[in-house]
């Protein structure tokens, strides 16, 4: 995720890479980065980073956190902190730091490929220019939208774990394509693609599911056949339970 907001921040011409600084310990993930987003990487102390930079973006896994920001509270307690920490509260994060402009953000993995859907909730002392920096930060590599810190549980039951989902539909989508007796490579390309159109055309028509659905499905049709089987194995519910369980284990990982 570091290297897709990195990226997407050069790409966008927000920033140029002089302009940006990383700090990494492992010197391969260092590598990898540097050579992603044209970003020098600091690989033995980040306290220089942070003393010469305005905004902190925090990239880290959750249970890293404290361990990774701590030795740092004095240097930290003056910036702007933008945290990608999955179910790290904007109060817990304000504790670690000492720092009370927070932006806490839940990205999702197409922001690799630049179609990144973001959502963010933000400190009370955070300015207004903090928040338009933030929202182009985002906005780099997808979409962005401001919401409550309690929907971001929802959020990354929704869209942070939703791709995840989709991989799963395209994979069973190709895979009946090949009982039916299509190549492999084929199979996955016209789902994957099937994929993507619909979404396109969710996202650009701006007309609901239901009615692109009804477009397709002819009477006593092959769609109305296969819609059918769907519904008898409680597709729509399973996928419903799948993100509410999520939000669930969201929740019970922020209170851990």
């Avoid at 700090?23 to 942070?50: N, R, W, Y």
């Avoid at 989508?173 to 016209?190: C, F, H, I, K, S």
Wanted: proline residues 5%; negative net charge; without cysteine.
């Amino acid at each position: 995720m570091a290297t897709a907001i990195a990226g997407g921040l050069v790409k966008s011409g927000i920033f140029t890479p002089a302009e940006l600084g990383a700090f990494d310990p492992d010197p391969h993930a260092a590598e990898i980065f540097s050579s992603a987003s044209g970003i020098k990487v600091d690989t033995a102390d980040p306290a220089l980073q942070i003393s010469g930079a305005e905004t902190i973006l925090v990239a880290v896994k959750p249970q890293m956190i404290q361990t990774a920001l701590t030795p740092y509270k004095e240097l930290l307690k003056d910036k702007l902190i933008i945290s990608i920490a999955a179910g790290i509260t904007i109060d817990r994060i304000a504790g670690i730091t000492g720092a009370d402009r927070i932006v806490r953000v839940m990205p999702n993995t197409p922001a690799l490929v630049g179609k990144g859907a973001s959502a963010y909730a933000v400190s009370e002392k955070t300015s207004a220019d903090d928040r338009l920096l933030a929202e182009k930060i985002l906005s780099s590599f997808g979409i962005a939208m401001p919401v409550k810190e309690s929907d971001l549980d929802a959020v990354t039951a929704l869209s942070g774990s939703g791709p995840a989902y989709v991989f799963e539909f395209i994979q069973a989508l190709a895979d009946g394509g090949v009982a039916e007796g299509l190549p492999r490579n084929m199979a996955l390309l016209l789902a994957a693609q099937t994929v993507a159109g619909a979404a396109q055309m969710v996202l650009e028509t701006g007309e609901h599911p239901t009615s692109l659905k009804d477009k397709v499905t002819s009477p006593a049709g092959t769609t109305s056949r296969a819609l059918e089987i769907l519904s008898v194995n409680a597709f729509s519910g399973t996928v419903i339970q799948a993100v509410r369980a999520a939000a669930k284990r969201s929740k019970e990982l922020g209170k851990n």
